[in-house]
T-cell receptor
């Protein structure tokens, strides 16, 4: 097991374009989380899945954001019509019934120009 | 929601020095983790410590849940210890980790 994987590591996009990020959690973990981190701040919760069900969404997750976890394994986070304020590090984490806490991936750094 | 405060916000130390980082939280928690974020943005899990004391090499952590604080100790600091240290908590009935504001540690050779 190689931990939580995120792809791509970096993404530069023009304002107005759509982007999609992928997260592959630790295989035996049934919970998956997306966080966003802007410069100088701690990560902020975006959304959470238990298996394929999306159980909670933050108010930070506007209508332009959508996340899926279709088979309870990998997850995607899509941002439509990107804005400069979307520039941030997007972090994915997984866990298994809180036994050993969360494990985070390396993140996807998004820059909207 | 639960509030998490970390102190100090910034810490600059000479290589070899010891340091103590503090995390205060405003409500009872059933999970507390310390993370180290390296310059590339990776969050490395240091400790899962909702209560008690743990040690891992030069690092140790103590959480006093009844008094709502946790401490992270780093001994004999090395330049590779530089980065931002985050405390994150999960309180009862909640499924999302809430992060503190972080402590930026800089170790000078």
């Amino acid at each position: 097991d190689t931990g939580v994987s995120q792809d791509p590591r970096h993404k530069i996009t023009k304002r107005g374009q759509n982007v999609t990020f992928r997260c592959d959690p630790i295989s035996e973990h049934n919970r998956l989380y997306w966080y966003r981190q802007t410069l100088g701040q701690g990560p902020e919760f975006l959304t959470y899945f238990q298996n394929e069900a999306q159980l909670e969404k933050s108010r930070l997750l506007s209508d332009r954001f959508s996340a899926e976890r279709p088979k309870g394994s990998f997850s995607t986070l899509e941002i439509q019509r990107t804005e400069q304020g979307d520039s941030a590090m997007y972090l994915c984490a997984s866990s298994d019934e809180m036994v050993a806490g969360y494990t985070f991936g390396s993140g996807t750094r998004l820059t909207v120009v | 929601g639960i509030q998490v405060e970390q102190s100090p916000p910034d810490l600059i130390l000479q290589e070899g020095a010891n340091s103590t980082l503090r995390c205060n939280f405003s409500d009872s928690v059933n999970n507390l983790q310390w993370f180290h974020q390296n310059p590339w943005g990776q969050l490395i899990n240091l400790f899962y410590i909702p209560s008690g004391t743990k040690q891992n090499g030069r690092l140790s952590a103590t959480t006093v849940a009844t008094e709502r604080y946790s401490l992270l100790y780093i001994s004999s600091s090395q330049t590779t210890d530089s980065g931002v240290y985050f405390c994150a908590v999960l309180n009862f009935g909640n499924e999302k980790l809430t992060f503190g504001t972080g402590t930026r540690l800089t170790i000078i050779p």
